[in-house]
């Protein structure tokens, strides 16, 4: 067989294997009970109102097909995914920032859905679930973030393991099966799974190519917030074949530049938000600040203009998790870094 009938069998291989369609999934059969972030949750029927408290939950929702059950949403630091935008039109937004409790209750809601502790939990400032449970409205909260470790004063805690995609599948399957659309919810699974695999297959490892991802900063002069360890950021790191140059395990560490310097990163990852907080928010302003800080400018990634661009919600363990590795993995194709 010659080379190019070898190629021509592979591709049709994956190409049938990629056509696979998701295992064929049971309606949901109500009442419907289960464990999220150690609180029983039960519904009696799939939600009408619901109300998406983060970016994250509200993208989930909208690609399960479910613009017309949710009524309200609010906190995004970036724009809606292109693909999403139509049938997010449809959905009210409270505010791109925190909401308050009273402007979630006043969308009547029979379901609240969260990212992030910071909008449900025990020390949020906007709702807490028995704000909710109360008033007979169930609440869930992403298991991905309900999964850190609470050792330390930061909201967000710490992972001692990294984070990966299943507990992702588990919010997208729970949420499915919350609604009642299964099937929706296994397709999308297989979508992402197709789409981690083929970038893994793209970059094998290599030791000697780490990342640093970096959040924003207040002002030049603050430490940067960066994507620790074992979170989002060190599994997209991990699927290019590399890894975080910040080892701490902290989810999201403050670190002044002179530690940052210290790290020697390959790659800087400079994180573009849309939310209008802080200046360095915007990549531009985070690049202009490293090629001209007299210390900055130094590194051996800023020196090689190893500076890559990626949308600041990715570094969230999130659906855009996979869209940020794809986006720095076409400009490390582009930088040669992809070897």
Known sequence: MTRDQSLLV?????????????????????????????VKVTFHKAPERAVALGQ???????????????????????????????????????????????????????????QLPLLLGPDSKVAKREDFSSLGIPAYLSPGVCNTRKDTSDIYGSREKLWNMDLLYQEIDELS??????????????????????????????????????????????????????????FIADVLGGHNAITTEAEWPTVSWE???????????????????????????????????????????????????MNGAAMNPTVRTIYGAEEIAVQLEELGLDK
């Open 10 to 38: 592979l591709f049709c291989f994956m190409t049938f294997f990629l056509a696979i369609p998701a295992a064929k999934a049971e309606p949901t059969k109500y009442p419907f009970s289960l464990e999220n972030c150690g």
């Open 177 to 234: 099966r919350i609604f009642d659309v299964s099937d929706r919810g296994q397709h999308l699974i297989s979508k992402f799974k197709r789409r981690e695999a083929a970038l893994r297959e793209r970059f094998k490892s290599n030791p000697d190519l780490s990342f640093l991802f970096w959040f924003s900063s207040a002002s030049a002069a603050d430490n940067a917030y960066l994507g620790g360890k074992n979170g989002a950021s060190g």
């Open 56 to 114: 994250n939950s509200a993208e989930i929702l909208l690609m399960l097909g479910l613009s017309d059950r949710v009524k309200a949403s609010a906190f995004w630091p970036t724009q809606v995914l292109p693909e999403l935008a139509k049938e997010n039109e449809k959905v009210k937004l409270l505010t791109v920032e925190k909401p308050t409790l009273e402007s979630i209750l006043a969308e009547e809601p029979d379901f609240v859905a969260a």
């Open 259 to 309: 530690g940052i310097i210290s790290a020697k990163p390959t790659v800087i990852v400079a994180a573009s938000l849309d939310r209008n907080r802080w200046d360095l928010d915007k990549a531009e302003n985070k690049i202009a600040f490293l090629k001209n800080d007299p210390s900055v400018r130094l590194m051996d990634a800023v020196r090689n203009n190893h500076i890559v661009i």
